[in-house]
């Protein structure tokens, strides 16, 4: 992208951003705050903050752009990475598969349907939950403190912490979860017991941000890896390309036909309501609206994300 673009770009942001968020605002009251996680019921339906990233850190933010959120499924994004980076493809590949499956995120349909029983990609919940067994460490902890500093380091923020309600909160009530977990243990795909592999989960699910956090981190994914800041190769090439295809195929759940569609980026999103996307080679963006539609995204988030794509162009076909 030409300098006059991105100072365009930068421009018309400048002069409508606020005037987007207000337009997309109004789509919060289609959706419902998710609450099958207690403390995600929290959160207030009418929030809706945003904030786009340049490759020189420059932001522009909008709306409730301070409110604090958890990762939820974004984590799963850099956990997939992590567990590529300590394992290499063949043995990740060998415990989840490549395809979109249609269903909602919890599913465990396919699970029996299919066999060999491995969950069909790492962005569903059963591939997370697989993805978080292949993390390295001696114990739990280790594996835990792995993940949380990965994803500082990321972020380029080493106050990044396990926001300990959420992630108690989750742990007591995740039942379907649990029932995940076992229904692969006995497959074969989960190598460590089903409480150990579930609190590195829920813990990676538990790790608090803001939208410039979420910002910081897709834009090392927009640059494929290199984080344009400071300038260094942070994730190999390869996997930073492996999570983007996921993110366009499976990243919006069983809605990521309809959002490549409208949108056109490879994002991800969360039950905290928040999106992580990207504009290859120029932007990172995050956002957070946590009232959701029915498949799990952010009704008001989706809406921004469209109109932004359409207003610069931003879809990749
Ligand atoms: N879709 C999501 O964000 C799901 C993550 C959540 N921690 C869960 O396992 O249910």
């Known amino acids: 992208m030409s300098h006059q673009q991105h100072d365009n770009t930068w421009?018309?942001?400048?002069?409508?951003?606020?005037?987007?968020?207000?337009?997309?605002?109004?789509?919060?009251?289609?959706?419902?705050?998710?609450?099958?996680?207690?403390?995600?019921?929290?959160?207030?339906?009418?929030?809706?903050?945003?904030?786009?990233?340049?490759?020189?850190?420059?932001?522009?933010?909008?709306?409730?752009?301070?409110?604090?959120?958890?990762?939820?499924?974004?984590?799963k994004v850099f956990t997939l990475i992590l567990a590529l980076m300590d394992n290499g493809e063949e043995i990740v590949f060998s415990k989840v598969g490549m395809e979109p499956t249609g269903d909602d995120f919890n599913s465990m349909l396919k699970l029996e349907?299919?066999?060999?029983?491995?969950?069909?990609?790492?962005?569903?919940?059963?591939?997370?939950?697989?993805?978080?067994?292949?993390?390295?460490?001696?114990?739990?902890?280790?594996?835990?403190?792995?993940?949380?500093?990965?994803?500082?380091?990321?972020?380029?923020?080493p106050s990044?912490?396990?926001?300990?309600?959420?992630?108690?909160?989750?742990?007591?009530?995740?039942?379907?979860?649990?029932?995940?977990?076992?229904?692969?243990?006995?497959?074969?795909?989960?190598?460590?017991?089903v409480d150990d592999v579930l609190r590195v989960y829920f813990s990676h699910c538990s790790v608090e941000v803001t939208c410039t956090d979420l910002a910081r981190m897709a834009l090392v994914l927009a640059h494929n890896g290199v984080d344009p800041i400071r300038k260094r190769r942070l994730i190999p090439r390869r996997f930073v390309q492996i999570a983007k295809t996921f993110m366009?195929?499976?990243?919006?759940?069983?809605?990521?036909?309809?959002?490549?569609?409208?949108?056109g980026l490879p994002a991800k999103s969360g039950v905290s309501g928040s999106i992580l996307t990207m504009v290859p080679g120029q932007y990172g963006i995050g956002l957070v609206g946590p009232a959701l539609n029915r498949k799990g995204n952010s009704t008001a988030g989706v809406h921004l994300l469209g109109i932004l794509s359409q207003e610069f162009d931003w879809s990749l076909f």
């Open 113 to 157: 349907l299919v066999e060999p029983g491995i969950p069909f990609n790492p962005l569903i919940n059963a591939g997370a939950i697989a993805i978080s067994s292949l993390i390295k460490g001696n114990t739990t902890d280790e594996q835990i403190d792995r993940i949380l500093h990965f994803f500082q380091h990321i972020a380029d923020n």
């Open 11 to 75: 421009r018309l942001l400048q002069d409508h951003l606020d005037e987007w968020v207000n337009l997309s605002k109004a789509h919060t009251s289609e959706g419902h705050v998710a609450s099958y996680i207690p403390e995600l019921a929290n959160a207030s339906p009418d929030i809706l903050g945003i904030c786009i990233m340049d490759s020189e850190g420059n932001t522009k933010v909008s709306g409730d752009s301070d409110f604090p959120f958890t990762l939820q499924s974004i984590s």
């Open 160 to 193: 990044l912490s396990i926001n300990q309600h959420v992630f108690r909160s989750e742990s007591d009530t995740a039942h379907r979860n649990r029932s995940l977990a076992y229904f692969l243990k006995d497959n074969g795909v989960l190598d460590g017991e």
């Open 248 to 263: 366009f195929t499976c990243g919006m759940y069983n809605a990521s036909g309809e959002f490549a569609m409208n949108v």
